[in-house]
């Protein structure tokens, strides 16, 4: 990863709302969110980016497995 890069988890059992994720990924403002296929990664862009203005949300297209 790059210097700037600061992997964080995000537990989906941990995260039911908005606050959950902001609490978690504190005051970053861009974030890409990973997971196996891209699909849990991508829901969670979709519930919450826009309840989470201040934060650039990403999901990696087809997960960590693609390659």
């Known amino acids: 990863l790059p210097a700037d890069c600061h992997p964080l988890r995000l537990p989906l059992s941990e995260i039911t709302e908005a606050s959950d994720l ?17 699909s ?17 949300l990403f999901s990696l297209p087809g997960g960590v497995g693609t390659g």
């Open 22 to 38: 902001a609490r978690i990924i504190g005051d970053h403002d861009e974030v890409v969110v990973y997971c196996a296929a891209g």
């Open 40 to 56: 849990r990664s991508q829901r969670v862009v979709e519930a919450y980016g826009p309840e989470l203005p201040h934060v650039r």
